[in-house]
């Protein structure tokens, strides 16, 4: 393995922002509602990909009849207006590893699952935005994560080769997908606990992403 680092695709939620957390409460809430069962099991499976692939995840457990459009639209309900009240919290670590990389001139790129527009107005929000010189939602590419599609588009985008990139992940699906593009996957787990198969396709798993810098500033020379 090439340890060198030549740029950095990051995950958004459960990545850069607390927000599997609160995504799951949401859900939890409207499930309560509904008096819908097994809605924290449904939502973990759903971590890491696109509105496409969750709707089918859902229908999968509870039918092609399930109103997923005005579940999904209420949660977005609960979740906007926790972000207008609070905003989004920001994990451990983020601000130091994306100046980190920023003073190294390390490229730097965002893949999500997420809504381009959603993507876009959260780091912004969060004063994030300009870190990254490629940001590719979920909604530009047809086969969602655990499929590689999203990180390969962001490599060439990049033009950097995803052999030579490292991806870093919370969720199993993510792992997955940055795997399967060729990709060295870093993960910080979230909700998710880490596997054997994630052990397995991780170069690296850690608590935090304090813990990454360390890990990337222990290589001779980084650029």
Not at 67 to 94: I, M
Not at 129 to 153: A, N, T
């Amino acid at each position: 393995m090439n340890n060198k680092i030549t740029s950095v695709i990051f995950d958004m939620d459960g990545v850069i922002f607390d927000s599997e957390r609160l995504i799951l409460d949401c859900w939890e809430k409207v499930g309560e509602k509904y008096k819908v069962a097994g809605i924290r099991q449904v939502f973990t499976e759903c971590i890491g990909t696109n509105n496409r692939k969750t709707q089918e995840i859902v229908y999968a457990h509870y039918g092609a009849s399930f109103p997923y459009e005005e579940f999904r639209k209420e949660a977005s309900v609960f979740f906007q207006k926790y972000l207008k009240d609070e905003g989004l919290p920001v994990k451990k670590g983020v601000r130091e590893l994306l100046q980190y990389l920023q003073k190294e001139g390390i490229p730097i790129g965002l893949a999500s699952s997420t809504r381009q527009a959603v993507v876009e107005e959260e780091l912004r929000q969060a004063g994030l935005h300009d870190y990254f010189q490629v940001i590719m939602g979920g909604d530009k590419l047809k086969r969602s994560k655990p499929e590689p599609d999203i990180y390969l588009m962001t490599c060439e985008k990049m033009g950097t080769l995803p052999e030579n990139t490292y991806a870093i992940e919370d969720s199993h699906n993510g792992i997955r997908s940055a795997y399967s593009a060729g990709m060295m996957p870093i993960m910080v787990p979230d909700l998710l606990q880490v596997t054997d198969e994630m052990k397995e396709k991780s170069v690296a798993i850690f608590d935090d992403l304090l813990q990454v810098i360390q890990y990337f500033h222990s290589f001779a020379g980084t650029k």
